[in-house]
T-cell receptor, first 113, second 113 residues
Framework: GDSVTQMEGPVTLSEEAFLTINCTYTATGYPSLFWYVQYPGEGLQLLLK?????DKGSNKGFEATYRKETTSFHLEKGSVQVSDSAVYFCALSVGGNTGKLIFGQGTTLQVKP | SAVISQKPSRDICQRGTSLTIQCQVD?????MFWYRQQPGQSLTLIATANQGSEATYESGFVIDKFPISRPNLTFSTLTVSNMSPEDSSIYLC??????????FGQGTRLTVV
């Protein structure tokens, strides 16, 4: 079945460091891919998305490119801030626009000043 | 986008009792979704709430344990029945926009003692 695998955390970085959080997926068909972020004590927020191969989603300095050949959607940011400390979830949509999402296990990012 | 309000935001309940969680959306949506996030875990889809028909449950979730109502296009409830400590989780309501983006409520943090 469809699944999402993320790198295990926690990931601890110093401010202004480069961030990569790996995400790979297994899916039948052509899913849309998403990154969601959960800040401490808050709900889940959509960070970025990509709907087809080679699409690049971007938001708030974060980027991720839909790589069909490697079935990956790695999240990157060139210079992290303390305020980026959160849990990041990679997800894929199931069966077109059904609204059903399959999530990875989440990666906790801690950014230290 | 969609604004989703969930109530209650948190609760502590005795085992054997039931809790009903409400989800209100600021616009009409076809499908609403209920997810569970167990402590330190990712999100798992419980069911899809369809207006005018019975909810569709994912593998491992049953209607007797998680009855769902969907009386109109802006509202849904999830009941966690006959609770045990294993039901302690965050329960989240979600809707999908026409752009294929999922938006989430703030969640209900349930602790069963």
């Amino acid at each position: 079945g469809d699944s999402v695998t993320q790198m295990e955390g926690p990931v601890t970085l110093s401010e202004e460091a480069f961030l990569t959080i790996n995400c790979t997926y297994t899916a039948t068909g052509y899913p849309s891919l998403f990154w969601y972020v959960q800040y401490p004590g808050e709900g889940l927020q959509l960070l970025l998305k990509a709907t087809k191969a080679d699409d690049k989603g971007s938001n708030k300095g974060f980027e991720a490119t839909y790589r069909k050949e490697t079935t990956s959607f790695h999240l990157e940011k060139g210079s992290v801030q303390v305020s980026d400390s959160a849990v990041y979830f990679c997800a894929l949509s199931v069966g077109g626009n059904t609204g059903k999402l399959i999530f990875g296990q989440g990666t906790t990012l801690q950014v230290k000043p | 986008s969609a604004v989703i309000s969930q109530k209650p935001s948190r609760d502590i309940c005795q085992r054997g009792t039931s809790l009903t969680i409400q989800c209100q959306v600021d616009s009409q949506v076809t499908m609403m979704f209920w997810y569970r996030q167990q402590p330190g875990q990712s999100l798992t889809l419980i069911a899809t709430a369809n207006q005018g028909s019975e909810a569709t449950y994912e593998s491992g979730f049953v209607i007797d344990k998680f009855p769902i109502s969907r009386p109109n296009l802006t509202f849904s409830t999830l009941t966690v029945s006959n609770m045990s400590p294993e039901d302690s989780s965050i329960y989240l309501c979600s809707v999908n926009t026409l752009r294929g983006e999922a938006f989430f409520g703030q969640g209900t943090r349930l602790t069963v003692v």
